[in-house]
């Protein structure tokens, strides 16, 4: 029960997989921790709008820039809206811009390093070269000059997000599917007839399946920071729309002046959920891949 | 070790050759109408069509490219629309208070993670240990501009400590006359010791920023090397000779763990220069990446594109430096080059 991408599982797969998890966060209670706070935040995307006790966007400016109090958990913003409803209801679209890019890249970058790990040749070098040139740049430089160039929404921050992660899934895709296209299974496949496609979709795609899952959680984390930077210097979600970002930029300002509360709930949210996809993902790479354990 | 150089060199090129080309597009996929943005909002039809004579926007695609070509060979990266400036002067004034700023957060970075990790790899699983694995992991979980905040908030607001987060250096002192752009070492050469102090002042918050940032990978990989060595059969030998712990660690040991941890300033580097951005955001700071999203503010592309192709430059030539670095310090790269 080492590995659960490679060995055959006699009794039914989902269940061992169940009983392989449970073993997992018994063993590395921290990912226990994680997943519980998983289970929080998308709670709080999935409902987040229908539990909290204001309206993130209407203001009361008699109540502006009132530090937390038992009405206010999180105090009030200079429009004197209610700082815990905001960073409540900004879950979901932070947690949506992280899930749509970290998928596109997942579905594009993996597509792309698989085949080209296991046709070689051209696709190869192509594949190859778009991941270095993605490298060549600092990447949330590039990130920047992408959303500045397509114009400056929310599907240009997913969309630049996938860009810049592309090099990372490409390259682990590439180099799984490469040691696999010798392997006996995939001889097996391709002696009994199959073309080269169809090995592709049933053989390799689903062995390297697992360890792009181990990566998307772990650059979930990065593309929340990655979003979030980007709407912290003015690009995509625009206010009043509440998000961590944009909320710590309005914040800023009165962090000088001793309002900190504007600006730390929004960002200490940002790190919970950064810190807790990070400590997920290192927990699924036990998961998956209990050699690569630190 | 010059041919290792040379051929490092010439691996750069088809990087530099990308992302020339990147940059390129870039200004092609701007939304509507290149021309008519270029021309502003308030330009009639025949205003944006001598906008596009003039940027040559009417020629084919493979002229455009090689003009693009020639004008950054000549170092024309065009000019700002609201400040009217060419870009290229108004990034090379701009360029030192980055690269001060972005050095210091490095060196910062350095001094603390590198012993860290070699105290956190002597003792395993130890206080310290566990310390490094703590601060590595929350360092890579804050957002970059909210560190720098909470700086701000504890050691201006709080303690008072900190000079308020405006600029390179208070409006009471001039600036030291520019002999490198640092006022750090300007300041020294024009024998001005106060300017040095308050220069200093100004830039200890945002470096430490940058440095809490940029800490992780460096301890986390300093941490794994010396504990890869640290379990050689040539620090065993040298243990067992009788040298000294100290010289056992440092002048065996790290040595050969310094290597991996070269490596990854690379990525770190990455890192930096996009957290540099947020980071003079935050600080107010004159650099260029607050010049840069100035003018992502007001639409204004020209800067953008060149700080984006500033940036990418500058990063291909670090991880050169890094690869050049690597060579000097271990001499079998050099034999297989």
């Known amino acids: 029960m080492t590995d659960i991408a490679a060995t055959p599982r006699p009794d039914g797969g989902l269940a061992a997989l169940v009983r392989h998890a449970r073993y997992v966060i018994g063993e590395n209670p921290v990912t226990g921790f994680a997943f519980a706070l998983f289970v929080l935040i998308v709670l709080a995307a999935v409902l987040g709008p229908h539990i909290v006790p204001y309206d993130p966007l209407a203001s009361d400016t008699a109540q502006a820039l009132k530090p937390p109090n038992a009405h206010h958990w999180f105090g009030t913003d200079q429009l004197g809206r209610d ?39 051209w696709t ?41 992660n592309f090099p990372l899934y490409a390259r682990i895709a590439r180099a799984e599917a490469n040691i696999r296209r010798e392997a006996g299974f995939v001889e097996a496949a391709r002696l009994s007839g199959n073309s080269d496609w169809r090995i592709l979709a049933f053989q390799i795609l689903p062995n390297v399946f697992p360890i792009l899952v181990v990566q998307m959680s772990l650059t979930m984390g990065y593309a929340i920071l990655n979003a979030a930077g980007l709407s912290f210097i003015g690009l995509g979600v625009r206010p009043p729309t509440p998000e961590w970002g944009i909320m710590v930029a309005e914040g800023a300002t009165f962090m000088v002046s001793g309002e900190w509360w504007n600006a730390f709930f929004p960002g200490m949210a940002l790190m919970v959920a950064v810190f ?3 400590l997920l993902g290192d927990g699924l790479r036990d998961m998956v891949d209990p050699r690569r354990r630190t | 070790m ?25 200004t092609r996929a701007l939304p509507g109408d290149p021309a008519a943005y270029f021309a502003g909002p308030a330009a009639t039809p025949a205003a944006i069509e001598q906008v596009r004579v003039k940027l040559g926007l009417d020629r084919p695609l493979v002229e455009q490219f090689g003009r693009y ?29 980055s690269a001060e700023l972005t050095l210091l957060g490095l060196l910062v970075s350095i001094l603390i993670a590198v012993p860290l990790g070699i105290v956190a790899a002597t003792r395993p699983n130890s206080l310290i240990d566990h310390a490094c694995r703590v601060v590595s992991t929350a360092g890579v979980s804050l ?49 001005q010791p106060e300017v040095f102090v308050a220069s200093l002042k100004q830039l200890i918050l945002p470096a430490l920023t940058l440095g809490i940032f940029s800490l992780a990978p460096i301890a986390r990989m ?68 607050s010049y840069a999203v100035e003018a992502l503010l007001a639409s204004d592309f020209a800067p953008v594109q060149g700080f984006v192709l500033t940036m990418a430059v500058m990063y291909v030539a670090l991880n050169l430096l890094i690869d050049v670095l690597y060579g000097l310090i271990d001499p079998r790269v050099r034999l297989e080059a």
């Open chain 1, 124 to 164: 190869d070098r192509i594949v190859g070269r778009v991941a270095d040139t993605i490298m060549a740049f600092p990447l949330f430089v590039l990130a920047m000059g992408i959303v500045a160039a397509l114009g400056n929404t929310v599907q240009n921050i997913v969309l630049a997000t996938a860009i810049v």
């Open chain 1, 83 to 121: 700082v815990f409803s905001r960073v409540i209801v900004a879950t979901r679209l932070d947690f949506f811009i992280a899930v749509a890019s970290v998928a596109l890249v997942f579905v594009v970058g993996g597509f792309a390093g698989v085949a080209a790990g296991f046709f070689g040749d």
């Open chain 2, 143 to 191: 957002p970059v501009f909210f560190t720098g905040l909470i700086l701000v908030y504890v050691f201006y607001y709080l303690l008072g400590w900190a000079p308020a987060p405006l600029g390179r250096l208070d409006v009471f002192y001039d600036t030291p006359p520019q002999v490198t752009g640092f006022y750090l070492i300007d300041s020294l050469l024009a024998r």
């Open chain 2, 69 to 97: 070509v020639i004008d950054l060979a000549h170092g024309n990266l065009g000019d700002s629309l609201t400040t009217g400036q060419p870009v290229l002067t108004e990034l090379r004034t701009r360029l030192p208070a």
């Open chain 1, 276 to 278: 807790c996809f990070n």
């Open chain 2, 222 to 289: 300093t941490r794994a090397a010396m504990l890869a060595v640290l379990s050689s059969d040539f620090v065993r030998a040298a243990r067992a000779s009788g040298l000294s712990p100290f010289t056992v660690i440092v002048s065996y040991a790290f040595r050969n763990a310094m290597l991996p941890v070269i490596t990854t300033l690379g990525m770190v580097f990455s890192f930096l220069l996009g957290a540099n951005v947020l980071v003079e955001k935050v600080f107010a700071w004159p650099g260029i990446g």
């Open chain 2, 2 to 26: 010059l041919t290792m150089i040379a051929k490092r060199m010439a691996m750069a090129i088809p990087s530099l050759i990308g992302v020339v080309v990147v940059t390129f597009f870039l």
